[in-house]
Nanobody, 122 residues
Framework: QVRLVESGGGLVQAGGSLRLSCAAS????????MDWYRQAPGKQRELVAH???????TYADSVKGRFAISGDNAKNTVYLQMNSLKPEDTAVYYC????????????????WGQGTLVTVSS
């Protein structure tokens, strides 16, 4: 079984910073990509930042220049550094990974974390 465990959410004032962490555990042969999504109340879940296994990163236009995704391959962990936070960044942030579990050959598995709440006050 593969699990993602997130941490680092909380309450911060506008202009502040937070760093989210997401650690993957279990019988993982390879991690193809790890992403951060968010879902604000009444809105659809949206992709915030993506990192491929090669280190290529992409960002939603709304967070470019403010957020940065990075990873620690040795720890199977991905981070999201969020700077210059705005009230509209308030949401539940979810970690997602596309992995190949041990023994699955070339088949992949999409795994989601439980979500961590980020609240930005004005």
């Amino acid at each position: 079984q593969v699990r993602l465990v997130e941490s680092g959410g909380g309450l911060v004032q506008a202009g502040g910073s937070l760093r989210l962490s997401c650690a993957a555990s279990g019988r993982i042969f390879n991690i193809n990509a790890m992403d951060w999504y968010r879902q604000a109340p009444g809105k659809q879940r949206e992709l915030v930042a993506h990192m491929s296994s090669s280190g290529t990163t992409t960002y939603a236009d709304s967070v470019k220049g403010r957020f940065a995704i990075s990873g620690d391959n040795a720890k199977n962990t991905v981070y999201l550094q969020m700077n210059s936070l705005k009230p509209e960044d308030t949401a539940v942030y979810y970690c997602h990974a596309n992995v190949i579990p041990v023994g699955w050959g070339k088949k992949t598995l999409d795994v989601w974390g439980q979500g961590t709440l980020v609240t930005v006050s004005s």
